[in-house]
């Protein structure tokens, strides 16, 4: 069995949630330290890509919407973020359309930070919790949020692989 297997072996559902939180987290932060000029950030392969700029923004506006859902006080508006990050949007390949990647990668940490401080707080008995109303159907209770959270990061996580490939940077994970 390997080790991760045995590792997560009596585990509580807490415990393994927050360890694929993190575990996702790290494996972008990996794959976004190749990206270091403002071409690299927005370089796409192909005209309808996402790129890494995007990607950085869109999981900082994602976790900021979870953090919406379960701890609404906690949620920090950006101006311009969404039409720029969100769902629907169209990554184009000009840096001066975007915000510093600085910023924007210090806006998706803390925002990160911010979803797990949450996480943290939270007891078991809480993630069966229902959503408040209007919340999307596919976040029913609060548990599913995080696992949402996770899924969502490795879906976006293999897009910007192909980009950072295309790039011709080495395999983050070797």
Same mark, same amino acid.
């Given at each position: ?34 990206? /270091? ?6 370089? /796409? ?83 069966? /919790? ?45």
């Amino acid at each position: 069995m390997p080790n991760n297997v045995r590792e997560s072996l009596g585990m509580s559902f807490k415990e393994r949630l927050r360890r694929q939180l993190v575990a996702a987290r790290e494996t972008s932060e990996r794959y976004l330290e190749d990206f /270091k000029t403002p071409e690299a950030w927005t370089a /796409k392969v192909h005209a309808s890509a996402n790129h890494a700029l995007w990607f950085a923004g869109h999981m900082a506006n994602t976790d900021n919407f979870f953090i919406s859902i379960v701890a609404p006080e906690r949620a920090v508006e950006r101006e311009g973020f969404a039409e720029k990050f969100g769902v629907g949007s169209h990554p184009t390949s000009e840096p001066a359309d975007y915000p510093p990647v600085d910023e924007v990668l210090a806006f998706m940490r803390d925002r990160r930070a911010v979803l797990l401080d949450i996480f943290d707080a939270l007891n078991e008995d809480d993630f069966s /919790k229902p959503t408040p109303e209007g919340t999307p159907s596919f976040l029913a209770d609060i548990g599913s949020v995080f696992e949402t959270a996770i899924w969502h990061e490795g879906l976006h996580s293999g897009q910007l692989s192909v980009t950072r490939r295309s790039l011709g940077f080495d395999p983050a994970f070797r």
